[in-house]
Nanobody, 121 residues
Framework: QVQLVESGGGLVQPGGSLRLSCAAS????????MGWYRQAPGKQRELVAT???????NYADSVKGRFTVSRDNAKNTVYLQMNNLKPEDTAVYYC???????????????WGQGTQVTVSS
């Protein structure tokens, strides 16, 4: 059993900052890529940022220069530092992790429960 627990969402004014955290726990043999997706009302879930085990990052164009994804492999945790937030960043943010639960198992994707980020004055 694998769990992803997110924290750090909330209400912030435009131009403000928030930091999201996501910790993976449970039966984990190897934790590969981790990242963040978001889903705004009436829209499809979209990629925000990912971070491979080796630290290679990828960002959506809409957040480049404002968001930073990082991870602590010793803690099985991924972070999303969000600066200069805009109203269009309002969404539920979901943590995603690619995990092997056994050495001989296939990689599987796991999701967190989601955390609400609201940017409004």
């Amino acid at each position: 059993q694998v769990q992803l627990v997110e924290s750090g969402g909330g209400l912030v004014q435009p131009g403000g900052s928030l930091r999201l955290s996501c910790a993976a726990s449970g039966r984990i043999f190897r934790l590969n890529a981790m990242g963040w997706y978001r889903q705004a009302p009436g829209k499809q879930r979209e990629l925000v940022a990912t971070n491979t085990r080796d630290g290679i990052t990828n960002y959506a164009d809409s957040v480049k220069g404002r968001f930073t994804v990082s991870r602590d492999n010793a803690k099985n945790t991924v972070y999303l530092q969000m600066n200069n937030l805009k109203p269009e960043d309002t969404a539920v943010y979901y943590c995603n992790a690619k995990i092997l639960i056994r050495s001989y198992a296939s990689e599987q994707a796991y999701w967190g429960q989601g955390t609400q980020v609201t940017v409004s004055s």
